[in-house]
């Protein structure tokens, strides 16, 4: 299997993550990615560059945690992917509003041209004080928006909001309505 330079890596994973310059934090595309990885592989003919062993990929507020992660060209520039192994793989990121989201399960796919991220075995989304689990859940960046499902068998999804915070969403309706 060919191996290709750290330089010629970090520039593919520059445009992976450039070509999507709409996602949540605008600064943080802006910003240099790093990539800390204890091994990388690369497979041209495949179009993927593997990073093996405690993975640490950073880009402005947004960090991604994994045992292996993967990327992947699908076709056409922007169609990148980044599929996270761990135990589990973790996903930050600041939001323009200034909330983090933080994200992890035992896969966690990260589609660039998508905006969206899906994780999957023992999936879990947390936003300020409520968090979601379930055996699958789809996170829209750019739209903000989540969809979690089980698999059934006795699994459930799980929802956890505090009180206080279940207020001011009430508080911030009415003003809404007015």
Known sequence: MPLISLR??????????LASGADAKQSDYQQPIQVDSQRQLAELGNNKVSFLDDVVIT???????????????HGQKGAE??????????????????KPVQADANQLSYKLK????????????KQEDSQVTGDTIRYDIQKQQMAAESSGNGS?????????QVQEQVNEQKKGQR
């Open 114 to 125: 998508e905006k969206l991220v899906i994780l999957s075995g023992k999936a879990k989304l």
């Open 156 to 164: 459930r999804v799980k929802t956890i909001f505090l009180p206080d």
């Open 81 to 98: 992917e980044m599929i996270a192994y761990g135990t589990p793989a973790t996903f930050y990121q600041v939001l323009d509003n200034g």
């Open 59 to 73: 880009q402005g507020t947004i960090r991604i945690t994994a045992n292996k992660v993967e990327v992947i060209r």
């Open 8 to 17: 010629h890596v970090n520039l593919f994973l520059s445009l992976v993550l």
